[in-house]
T-cell receptor, first 114, second 113 residues
Framework: AQSVAQPEDQVNVAEGNPLTVKCTYSVSGNPYLFWYVQYPNRGLQFLLKYITGDNLVKGSYGFEAEFNKSQTSFHLKKPSALVSDSALYFCAVRPLSSARQLTFGSGTQLTVLP | SAVISQKPSRDICQRGTSLTIQCQVDSQVTMMFWYRQQPGQSLTLIATANQGSEATYESGFVIDKFPISRPNLTFSTLTVSNMSPEDSSIYLC??????????FGEGSRLTVL
């Protein structure tokens, strides 16, 4: 069975500082990896994905994520945090073969302090 | 990406009643899913809505409690039947596109009293 772990329930960072939201995963075969963001009272918005190719993927709003196969990690990063980045972030994984088997992590609440 | 509209956006319901949530997509999509997000929790897949046939339910979810319709490739409904306070959640419709990611509606926030 596949799984996703987001070890931090809460991450606080000062505005202008770099941010990292951690994610590790377990899946059979090659993974599709995703990051989504949820703002208060909103649905989930797609940020970025890794399927194959370059281990560093860039997404919306200046976010990027680094795929590390040996560590089975897919950490979300941003060089300079904005207060408006404060939201709930979800990592998700699925096998290449099935969109139905998308598994979400527990979520990390990011708070960017002014 | 597909634009997904859900109705209602929120509702407050009485115990024992049923509520139907609608999901409309602005383009034809093959794969459509319903998720539940309980308060403070992550997302759990309820079922895959199949066009022209019965939905495929995940473990722990049954058709009698969560009947789903998918009459065409742009529309689906999820009914939450005989509601109890434990059904208070956000219910999200999502679609899969050929690029691999899922896109989500804004969600329907249900409170059961």
């Amino acid at each position: 069975a596949q799984s996703v772990a987001q070890p931090e329930d809460q991450v606080n960072v000062a505005e202008g500082n770099p941010l990292t939201v951690k994610c590790t995963y377990s899946v059979s075969g090659n993974p599709y990896l995703f990051w989504y963001v949820q703002y208060p009272n909103r649905g989930l918005q797609f940020l970025l994905k890794y399927i194959t190719g370059d281990n560093l993927v860039k997404g919306s709003y200046g976010f990027e994520a680094e795929f590390n196969k040996s560590q089975t990690s897919f950490h979300l990063k941003k060089p300079s945090a904005l207060v408006s980045d404060s939201a709930l972030y979800f990592c998700a994984v699925r096998p290449l073969s099935s969109a139905r088997q998308l598994t979400f992590g527990s979520g990390t609440q990011l708070t960017v302090l002014p | 990406s597909a634009v997904i509209s859900q109705k209602p956006s929120r509702d407050i319901c009485q115990r024992g009643t049923s509520l139907t949530i609608q999901c409309q997509v602005d383009s034809q999509v093959t794969m459509m899913f319903w998720y539940r997000q309980q308060p403070g929790q992550s997302l759990t897949l309820i079922a895959t809505a199949n066009q022209g046939s019965e939905a495929t339910y995940e473990s722990g979810f049954v058709i009698d409690k969560f009947p789903i319709s998918r009459p065409n490739l742009t529309f689906s409904t999820l009914t939450v039947s005989n509601m109890s306070p434990e059904d208070s959640s956000i219910y999200l419709c999502s679609v899969a596109e050929g690029t691999g990611e899922l896109f989500f509606g804004e969600g329907s926030r249900l409170t059961v009293l």
